[in-house]
Nanobody, 114 residues
């Protein structure tokens, strides 16, 4: 069973940057499309960015040009570089499979102050 624990969140001022990391246990990581999701208070969880096993990426319109998803298959880790952060990016961020997400692991809180 794959365990997904996101880290790297924190409190940052608007315009700042953060880099999230999500190491995954389990051998299937390398063949799976991965994604970052986020859930703001009172809102549904939404897909932020995804990356295929081959490295093709896709982004929600709200983060295009500001966020970059990447993966290191040798380290079984997926990353999310977040630049030009906005207060509306404030949420708990999770990583999971892009298709058929498994159990939701521990997310990481990102808080952007104005």
């Amino acid at each position: 069973q794959v365990q997904l624990v996101a880290s790297g969140g924190g409190l940052v001022q608007a315009g700042g940057s953060l880099r999230l990391s999500c190491p995954a246990s389990g051998s299937i990581f390398r063949i799976k499309a991965m994604a970052w999701y986020r859930q703001a208070p009172g809102k549904q969880r939404e897909l932020v960015a995804s990356i295929t096993s081959g490295g093709s990426t896709d982004y929600a319109d709200s983060v295009k040009g500001r966020f970059t998803i990447a993966r290191d298959n040798a380290k079984n880790t997926v990353y999310l570089q977040m630049n030009s952060l906005k207060p509306e990016d404030t949420a708990v961020y999770y990583c999971n499979f892009r298709n058929n997400p498994g159990a939701w692991g521990q997310g990481t809180q990102v808080t952007v102050s104005s």
